[in-house]
């Protein structure tokens, strides 16, 4: 199992920007590449969203609530991804999730553990 740990969360005020970020270890890393990486979250009393993905051919896609404000990237050789956060609102407020998904290998999809995002008004 590969394991993912995300790190950059905290309080910021509205319009603030936050950098998060997420590095695997564990098994699979040298598949590291061939994984579809994307962040999600979840906000109190709703249902978990997609934020953002970057898939391993290079194409990413935003949620409509953050697209323009939010940049995906991933380093394949350190196994890193980030998402940068810019012009905050408490909207944003969530706990925020890094996965790896591997579709011929399902069982290899793994998950952080999150880490809390506030922004405050």
């Known amino acids: 199992q590969m394991q993912l740990v995300e790190s950059g969360g905290g309080l910021v005020p509205s319009g603030g920007s936050l950098r998060l970020s997420c590095a695997a270890s564990g098994l699979y890393l040298g598949y590291y590449y061939q994984y579809d990486m994307a962040w999600y979250r979840r906000a109190p009393g709703k249902e978990r969203e997609l934020v953002a993905v970057h898939t391993t051919v290079g194409t990413t896609t935003y949620g409509d609530s953050v697209t323009g404000r939010f940049t995906i990237a991933r380093d394949n050789s350190k196994r890193t991804l980030t998402l940068e956060m810019n012009r905050l609102v408490p909207e944003d407020t969530a706990v925020y999730y890094c996965?790896?998904?591997?579709?011929?290998?399902?069982?290899?999809?793994?998950w952080g553990q999150g880490t809390q995002v506030t922004v405050s008004l």
């Open positions: 996965s790896a998904s591997y579709p011929s290998f399902p069982s290899r999809n793994a």
